[in-house]
């Protein structure tokens, strides 16, 4: 079993990369849902991701419907990243064989992923009231860790 990181129509290929290299380093699958802001093989890219890109473990799928019909997740695996989401990141319970699911860098989640699917959001809380995201790429990290408490 293992957990996987979906990435909803990214943009920024620096954040791809570094997002990769975390797959990489806690032995997570990157899922990539098209259009993506860039072209897989962008040199910032690898960049990012350094030399352990040809590591990652990585699946592209056309759409987000074209994920769901092929993956065929079940309802518990997902957990939705939004900062306006009601529940924090620390509540869940994540089984190994979880899908976290981040939206774009500058629009989030589309209302068509994020709307029937409210009820499986989280955020990252955060105590400053100056801040109100995270980037991409540590935003992530940190989830990524913390589905894996306990786990290791």
């Given at each position: 079993m293992s957990i996987h990181i979906v990435l909803v129509q990214p943009e920024i290929p620096g954040n791809t990369g570094a997002v990769g290299r975390t797959c990489v380093a806690l032995d997570m699958e990157l899922v990539l849902i098209h259009p993506l802001g860039f072209e897989i093989s962008d040199k910032r890219v690898k960049r990012s991701g350094l030399?352990?890109?040809?590591?990652?473990?990585?699946?592209?799928?056309?759409?987000?419907?074209?994920?769901?019909?092929?993956?065929?997740?079940?309802?518990?695996?997902?957990?939705?990243?939004?900062?306006?989401?009601?529940?924090s990141f620390y509540e869940p319970e994540y089984p190994g064989d979880a899908y976290l699911v981040f939206g774009s860098e500058t629009k989030g989640l589309p209302a068509a992923i994020a709307q029937p699917l409210a009820h499986r959001m989280v955020h990252l809380p955060m105590r400053s009231e100056h801040i109100r995201s995270l980037n991409l790429a540590n935003t992530v990290t940190a989830a990524a860790y913390q589905a894996l408490r306990g786990k290791f």
């Open positions: 030399d352990y890109w040809p590591h990652v473990r990585m699946a592209e799928f056309a759409s987000w419907d074209a994920f769901l019909s092929e993956r065929a997740p079940r309802e518990d695996q997902l957990f939705l990243f939004e900062e306006y989401a009601a529940r």
